[in-house]
Structure formats: C-alpha cells, structure tokens
C-alpha cells in the first residue's frame, strides 16, 4: 500500500492506538519516522521505540506508548499535521512556532535535520512546519 503522506499515517496510527489502548504501536519506518520517534522520546512523550530493521521492506518501528498512571490517559492529547503534501506550510526563524506557550512541541523539517522548534531556534534555521505535539 502506498502512503501519500507518511507523516499524517505516523501521526494518524499512534493516535488510534492511544485511543484503542494499545500499550505498543508499530508503523513502517523511513528515516523521517525514526526522527519523529527519537524527538517524541527525547521530550518525554513515549515510552521507549526499538528501530526493527529486519521486518519487512524497509523495517518497521515500535514505539511503547506512555499513559499517565493515575488517570490512564495518553501523555500526548494531540497530534495535529501542519504541513500536509498539497499544502506546504514554511516558516522562518523569526516566525517559528510556539506551541500552548511552550507547552507543547512543533516538529520543524528544516536543512539541519528534522528539530523541534526550540532546536531549530537555537541552530538559527526555519523550515517546513510538519506537526504539532501536545
């Protein structure tokens, strides 16, 4: 099956496995997937990931989601895409995103790498807006 936009089906999966309950997700890797995850752990959004390059085509990721102890809730309440494929959304450095006052992560597609939007305000860069994370 070919996926026109990776970023919506990484962001659309975790979010139904949240909403089923699932303690473990695992979605078709590609570089850009096993960034997203290394950026969600880094902020403290799952649990842990494991990269499975053997599985398949191109490998796969499993990523351990993280729900809050007392009240059973996702730790992460909303993926939302910015930039989708018919619609690119670009900012500059002085127009990156702030996310609920810093609450939350914007994930920013820029010419150093894929960084959030804190990172890519300290390496002086903007970029394409892929999602918001809170």
Not at 33 to 57: C, M, P, S, V
Not at 73 to 78: A, D, G, R
Not at 105 to 128: D, F, P, W, Y
């Amino acid at each position: 099956m070919m996926v026109t936009d990776p970023v919506a089906d990484y962001l659309t999966r975790i979010r139904n496995a949240q909403m089923a309950r699932h303690r473990v997700v695992e979605i078709p890797s590609s570089n850009l997937k096993k960034r997203l995850t290394e950026i969600l752990y880094d902020q403290g959004y799952i649990l842990k990931y494991k990269f499975d390059d053997e599985a398949g085509h191109q490998g796969t990721i499993k990523i351990a989601l993280k729900y809050d102890p007392q009240t059973r809730l996702p730790v992460i309440q909303k993926l939302q895409r910015i930039s989708s494929p018919g619609l690119r959304k670009y900012v500059g450095v002085d127009d990156l995103p702030k996310v609920i006052n810093g609450l939350g992560i914007a994930i920013i597609s820029t010419s150093k790498g894929v960084l959030t939007e804190k990172q890519a305000r300290e390496e002086n860069v903007g970029g394409e807006v892929l999602c918001y994370i809170y």
